[in-house]
């Protein structure tokens, strides 16, 4: 199973509503992501597990909180969000097998609308 | 210096051969990936160059100079299905598990019949 799945693909919500993203693998990856994606811009790094534990945080507001239940779960949670986080979220995962391996993987994203 | 710098658009007909190039600021540097994303899809990886070289993958290789800060992403025998976006990456650190990612702006790539 090499995939990364991603619910719900798509996800309207208003400013004062709460959400989850979530993601899962079972490729045994311990490196786990979030990205958010503008359209016609590229990924931007939001948040890192590895492990388990949140080992990079790119001065992300508050009103997304990430969560790593087990190694092959990730949530993203989404409290007050405004307009301007209308974007495609990606999950991606990826494990280092070597110096010269940078694979990662993503799933399909969640097309997120906060009206 | 984290950025890259990609070319925004890029266009060539089927059969033909394209070159994308990315360019990096060099502080931090420890490696150069390619990604592939089509409208509406997620990206996928291609290559990765940590060392100076050539790396091929079917039609597709990969080019870094490390020197010259410098990396491409050839695309032989184009076919219409190519066309999407390219984004090169740079990995910022060398934790073991865990790549801090910075994409390039990204450059789409447009195969006329």
């Known amino acids: 199973d090499t995939e990364v799945t991603q619910t719900p693909k798509h996800l309207v919500m208003g400013m004062t509503n709460k959400k989850s993203l979530k993601c899962e693998q079972h490729m045994g990856h311990r490196a786990m992501y979030w990205y958010k994606q503008k359209a016609k811009k590229p990924p931007e790094l939001m948040f890192v597990?590895?492990?388990?534990?949140?080992?990079i945080n790119e001065s992300v507001p508050s009103r997304f909180s990430p969560e790593c239940p087990n190694s092959s779960l990730l949530n993203l949670h989404l409290h007050a969000l405004q307009p301007e986080d209308s974007a495609l979220y990606l999950c991606?995962?990826?494990?280092?097998?070597?110096?010269?391996?940078?694979?990662?993987?993503f799933g399909p994203g969640t097309r997120l609308t906060v009206l | 210096g984290q950025s890259l710098e990609q070319p925004s658009e890029v266009t060539a007909v089927e059969g033909a051969i394209v070159q994308i190039n990315c360019t990096y600021q060099t502080s931090g540097f420890y490696g150069l990936s390619w990604y592939q994303q089509h409208d509406g899809g997620a990206p996928t990886f291609l290559s990765y160059n940590a060392l100076d070289g050539l790396e091929e993958t079917g039609r597709f290789s990969s080019f870094l100079s490390r020197s010259d800060s410098y990396g491409y992403l050839l695309l032989q025998e184009l076919q219409m299905k190519d066309s999407a976006s390219y984004f090169c990456a740079r990995a910022l650190d060398r934790d073991n598990y865990g790549q801090n990612f910075v994409f390039g702006p990204g450059t789409r790539l447009s195969v006329l019949p």
């Open positions: 991606a995962s990826s494990q280092k097998q070597g110096a010269l391996s940078n694979e990662q993987f």
């Open positions: 597990y590895s492990y388990e534990k949140l080992s």
